[in-house]
C-alpha cells in the first residue's frame, strides 16, 4: 500500500509573510498540527501549532509575521513511497506528523501518525479478511487450539469431515472431540516445532495430519492442525493392491495351466494370452499377439460362437497343426453386460490322457468280472448273499430263515409288497437240501378258471386245445423241491381246498387224469395281508392257514430299517450300471438324506424303480435330487398306498375311508399318465403288478378306465 492513499490532502498552506493570525485562522479551517510554508509551490518550511501557541503565551501580537517560528528541516515522503517506508521515515524523525510530496517536490499533503495507524489497520483488516476466505475454503480441514488445548478455530471442511457442529466447538477442550489428535497438539505446544504428518485413523476415517505452532511475537500460544480425508484413497489403494494381486495369481495359474488360454475383448481382439497358447502357436512375445483379432491367429476356433451369438461351447475336438485339441470357448460378462470371450485348448498329453482311460477302462471290466465271480461264489455259499442288509433286525431274520430252510416245515413269509419276501423264499429253498426245482406261483396273478391246471397239470385228451401228453403242474415241477405261493391270500376257496389235500396227503390227480400223482414239495407261502384276519372273516381257510405257516418269518418295511438305505442305493447303482452300460458312481448325500425321510410304500422295489429311473435323467456321474421321479413327492404327500396289517381303531376306520379314496385317485392318475399301460403304472406306483391289479379290483377302477383310457 502506498502513501498516497492514507495521505490528508487538506492542508495548511501558508506563505513565509503571513501572519500569526493568518496562521490560527487557517488552522482553525483544518485540523492539522503543522502548516506547510510554500513559496512558489515549493516546500521552505512548516510551521508547528505548538511554535504559535509558545508566541502567544509569550505576548506576541498576532500581526507578528510567522517567520521566526518557521522550521526549514522538514521530514518528507514521496507520495508513491510505501507505507512501511512512511513508518520508518516518521519513526527516525521522531515526527507525528510528516510532509507529503508529489512528483514535482510540491506539497502533496501531510501524513499524520493516525494516518499511518489507520492505514495499517486497514491493511491488517484485508489480510485477515483474506486469511479467513482460505481457510474456509481450503479442502483440507483446519483447527486450531490455544494454549490450554482448548479450540480456538475451525473451518467447515473440519466440521463436514468430523461431522461436528461448530456450536458447541468452540472453545471446548480438543479432548471432547478429538482425543486422537491430543497427543501431537501437546507436542507442538512443548516444542513449537511443526510436527512430521502423522497418518491417523479414528471412527470411520483415515486422515493425514499435519501440526503447526501458532506464534504471537513469537511465543507459541497455541497449535494448529491440518487434515486431509485419504479414507477414499485408502480403499482405492487397497482394491488396487486386491487387483493387482489377483492379476499376479490369475498370471500364474494361466502360466501353470497344460492348456492354451486366449482372452479378448468383444470384437474379438486378444487381450491376454498364456505361454500354452503361445507354444501352440509359435509366438515369441505376447506383444506379438495383444490387439490382434483371435480369428486370425487362431482361426481354427469358432470364436465367432462366443463373441457373436453368446454361445458357450463346451469341448469340441478340432485339428489345429496336426494335434487334436479340445478346445472350449465362453463369453465372459460383468454386471450381465458381455466384455469379451475366454479360449481354451486343450492339446497336451491328451494322448496319455487316452492310455489312462484305456488302462482304467480294462480295471473296470477286470474288477466288475471279479465282482460277478464273488457273487456267484457267496451266492453259491451264502444263499441270502443277495439280501442287502446291515441292519440288525434283519440280521436276526436271516439267522431264522436259515433255520427255517433247514427244517422240511412249511414257511410262510409275511411282510408289505417288494420287501424282499419271494427274495427270501428262493434263499431258503437254496439253503435247504431239496435237489429239486423252486418253482413259483401268483396266486393272484392267474385267473380263477386256470389255477387249477396250473397247479395240478392236466392229462392227455383232459380238454379240446389241451396239449398232446398233457401237461405237468407246478406241484409236479416242484417235486422234490419248493413250490413257492406268492400272494397266498388272494387264493380261491375251492382251490384252497384242494391245495390243503396235496399237503395233507402229498398227492393228486391231474385235470382229467384216473392216475394218483405222488409229489415230496415243500411250501413257502407269502402274503402281504393279514391272514389271520382273512381266516376270521372266513375267506381263507383256517387249517389251510395252519398248514402253510408252521413256520412264520415277517420281514420289516424299509421305513423300519432306514439304515439299509446307502447299502441298498449302492447295490442297486452297480446293478444298473450293468444292465444299462452306464456308470454312475453313487447317489448324492441329499438324496440319501430325502430318501431316509421318505416312508417307502412300495419298499426296496420302489427304490430299485426310482434309481433306474433317475439313472435316464442322470447326465453326471451322480444321482442328484433333481433326477428323482416326481412320484416320489406325489406319494408322499398324497398319502401313498397303504398295506398297514394292523387291526384297526373305529377312529382308524374313518381316516381309511378317505385314505382308499386318496388311494383309488392315486392309481388312477398313475394309470392316466401311463395312459392305461399297468406294467408302467405299477412301477409309477412303486408296487408289483399283483398289487395294482387287487388295488384296481377293490375300487373298480378296471370298469372305470375302460371307459376313461381305452376310449381315448
Ligand atoms: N434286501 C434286499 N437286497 C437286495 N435286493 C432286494 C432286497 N429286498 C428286495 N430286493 C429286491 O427288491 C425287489 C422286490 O423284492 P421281492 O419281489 O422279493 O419282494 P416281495 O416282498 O416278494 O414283493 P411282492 O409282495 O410285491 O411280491 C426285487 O427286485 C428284489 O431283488
Redesign the pocket.
Known amino acids: 500500500m502506498k502513501v498516497n492513499s492514507f495521505t490528508t490532502v487538506n492542508y495548511v498552506n501558508l506563505s513565509p509573510t503571513a501572519t500569526i493570525r493568518e496562521a490560527i485562522s487557517a488552522f482553525l479551517r483544518y485540523r492539522v498540527d503543522i502548516g506547510c510554508i510554500t513559496m512558489n509551490n515549493k516546500l521552505i518550511g512548516i510551521v508547528h501549532k505548538n511554535s504559535i501557541y509558545r508566541a502567544l503565551i509569550h505576548d506576541t501580537s498576532l500581526d507578528t509575521p510567522i517567520k521566526p517560528l518557521i522550521n526549514e528541516s522538514v521530514i518528507t515522503i514521496q507520495k508513491d513511497q510505501t507505507l512501511y517506508d512512511a513508518r520508518d521515515i516518521m519513526i527516525k524523525g521522531n515526527v507525528s506528523q510528516a510532509v507529503v510530496l508529489d512528483e514535482n517536490d510540491e506539497v502533496y499533503g501531510i501524513m499524520s501518525k493516525s494516518d499511518l495507524v489507520n492505514s495499517h489497520m486497514t491493511a491488517f483488516q484485508d489480510t485477515m479478511g483474506r486469511m479467513k476466505s482460505l481457510i474456509e475454503n481450503l479442502q483440507d480441514a483446519v483447527i486450531s487450539v490455544n494454549s490450554n488445548l482448548r479450540i480456538t478455530t475451525f473451518n467447515q471442511t473440519a466440521l463436514n469431515l468430523l461431522n461436528l457442529n461448530g456450536k458447541h466447538l468452540l472453545d471446548a477442550p480438543i479432548d471432547r472431540f478429538l482425543p486422537p489428535f491430543r497427543r501431537w497438539l501437546i507436542e507442538t505446544l512443548k516444542t513449537g516445532k511443526i510436527q512430521d504428518a502423522k497418518r491417523i485413523s479414528f471412527q470411520d476415517l483415515t486422515v493425514i495430519a499435519s501440526f503447526i505452532p501458532i506464534r504471537e511475537m513469537n511465543i507459541v500460544t497455541g497449535a494448529m492442525v491440518v487434515l486431509r480425508d485419504v479414507t477414499s484413497y485408502e480403499s482405492i489403494a487397497h482394491e488396487l493392491e486386491t487387483t493387482k494381486r489377483l492379476k499376479k495369481i490369475l498370471d500364474s495359474a494361466l502360466e501353470l495351466a497344460y492348456d492354451g488360454v486366449a482372452i479378448t475383448d468383444n470384437h474379438g481382439q486378444i487381450t491376454m494370452v498364456n505361454k500354452g497358447f503361445m507354444e501352440l502357436y509359435q509366438i515369441k512375445e505376447q506383444i506379438e499377439v495383444i490387439g490382434r483379432p483371435i480369428s486370425k491367429i487362431a482361426p481354427q476356433i469358432p470364436s465367432e460362437k462366443s463373441l457373436k451369438h453368446n454361445e458357450k461351447m463346451e469341448g469340441e475336438l478340432i485339428p489345429i497343426h496336426n494335434h487334436q485339441c479340445i478346445v472350449a470357448q465362453m463369453p465372459i460378462y460383468q454386471d450381465g453386460k458381455k466384455f469379451g470371450a475366454i479360449f481354451k485348448i486343450i492339446f497336451q498329453q491328451l494322448e496319455a490322457w487316452k492310455d489312462i482311460l484305456q488302462h482304467m477302462e480294462k480295471l473296470e471290466s477286470e474288477i466288475s468280472y471279479y465282482r460277478g465271480e464273488l457273487y456267484r461264489i457267496s451266492k453259491d455259499t451264502n444263499p441270502f448273499a443277495?439280501?442287502?442288509?446291515i441292519n440288525a433286525g434283519?440280521e436276526t431274520f436271516k439267522q431264522e430263515a436259515s433255520i427255517a430252510a433247514k427244517s422240511l416245515s412249511n414257511v410262510l413269509i409275511t411282510?408289505?409288497?417288494?420287501?424282499?419276501?419271494?427274495?427270501?423264499?428262493e434263499g431258503i429253498h437254496n439253503l435247504s437240501d431239496r435237489k429239486g426245482t423252486f418253482i413259483k406261483v401268483?396266486c393272484g396273478a392267474i385267473p380263477e378258471e386256470l389255477l387249477e391246471s396250473e397247479f395240478f397239470g392236466y392229462a392227455d385228451g383232459a380238454f379240446t386245445g389241451a396239449k398232446k401228453g398233457g401237461k405237468p403242474g407246478k406241484f409236479e415241477l416242484a417235486d422234490n423241491g419248493t413250490l413257492f405261493l406268492?400272494?397266498i391270500g388272494d387264493m380261491p376257496p375251492s382251490l384252497q381246498v384242494k391245495l390243503l389235500r396235496v399237503l395233507q396227503e402229498q398227492e393228486f390227480e391231474r385235470i382229467g387224469a384216473t392216475k394218483t400223482t405222488k409229489v415230496n414239495v415243500r411250501i413257502i407261502s407269502?402274503t402281504?395281508k393279514d391272514l389271520a384276519e382273512l381266516v376270521r372273516q372266513g375267506v381263507f381257510r383256517e387249517d389251510l392257514y395252519y398248514r402253510i405257516h408252521v413256520i412264520n418269518l415277517h420281514?420289516p418295511p424299509l421305513r423300519e430299517r432306514l439304515d439299509?438305505i446307502p447299502l441298498?442305493c449302492n447295490?442297486?447303482i452297480n446293478k444298473i450300471n450293468k444292465k444299462t452300460n452306464k456308470n454312475i458312481v453313487g447317489v448324492s448325500p441329499e438324496v440319501i438324506n430325502s430318501f431316509q425321510h421318505y416312508h417307502w410304500p412300495g419298499?426296496?422295489?420302489q427304490l430299485?424303480n426310482a434309481l433306474e429311473r433317475a439313472f435316464h435323467y442322470s447326465h453326471s456321474k451322480w444321482i442328484e435330487l433333481e433326477h428323482l421321479p416326481k412320484e416320489l413327492d406325489l406319494l408322499k404327500t398324497k398319502n401313498p398306498i397303504h398295506f398297514s396289517t394292523r387291526p384297526e381303531t373305529n377312529l382308524e376306520l374313518d381316516r381309511k375311508k378317505s385314505i382308499n379314496q386318496t388311494e383309488k385317485d392315486v392309481i388312477l392318475q398313475a394309470l392316466k399318465k401311463s395312459k392305461g399301460n399297468r406294467t408302467k403304472a405299477a412301477e409309477l406306483l412303486g408296487?408289483?403288478r399283483?398289487?395294482l391289479y387287487q388295488k384296481m379290483k377293490k375300487y373298480h377302477i378296471k370298469e372305470e378306465m375302460e371307459l376313461r383310457f381305452t376310449s381315448s
Not at 443277495?386 to 442288509?389: G, H, Q, R, Y
Not at 408289505?416 to 423264499?425: P, R, V
Open positions: 443277495t439280501v442287502v442288509s434283519m411282510g408289505e409288497s417288494g420287501t424282499g419276501k419271494e427274495l427270501f423264499a401268483n406268492d400272494e407269502a402281504n420281514i439299509d441298498l447295490h442297486f419298499n426296496i422295489r430299485e408296487v408289483s399283483t398289487t
